[in-house]
């Protein structure tokens, strides 16, 4: 498994990614209206504009999943469905604690990241609700200590 910086060619590889994996992640959470206006169209054009923060995860040139972080905060990390459970997902976080990053904020709800996060060391800091996807939802954030 390879861990890069992703170049244009990796933008709509890394938004079907990330579609598929916010459906399959958030779909008791945020609704179908909502998870229905993040699709891989939604996610090209983020990545387009944010392209230098992604930093990919490849097997034998396939992507497979993905990191971005602004800073020391990790805005997203998701791994294609299909290869869950396969360490993609450890690689791309070390990588980003290897660059400083040492706070995340994911769904209360989302028990599977949650486990992740925490069995990889990360401590819980916070519980707040806030609005996002026009409604308000359940966030916790979580640092990483030094």
């Excluded at 997203?76 to 604690?97: Q, S």
């Amino acid at each position: 498994m390879r861990i890069r910086r992703a170049h244009p060619v990796d933008i709509a590889p890394l938004a079907r990614i990330a579609a598929a994996s916010y459906r399959a992640a958030f779909a008791a959470i945020i609704g179908p209206r909502a998870l229905a206006a993040r699709d891989a169209g939604f996610f090209a054009r983020r990545f387009r504009r944010q392209r230098r923060r992604l930093r990919l995860a490849s097997v034998g040139g396939r992507a497979v999943g993905f990191s971005m972080a602004t800073r020391r905060h990790l805005d997203m990390l998701f791994v294609d469905p299909r290869f869950a459970g396969r360490g993609a997902g450890r690689r791309l976080l070390a990588e980003c604690e290897r660059r400083g990053v040492r706070t995340l904020e994911c769904f209360r709800d989302n028990h599977a990241a949650r486990r992740f996060y925490e069995k990889a060391g990360w401590r819980l800091v916070r519980a707040h609700a806030r609005r996002f996807a026009g409604a308000i939802h359940h966030f916790v954030d979580y640092e990483r200590p030094a």
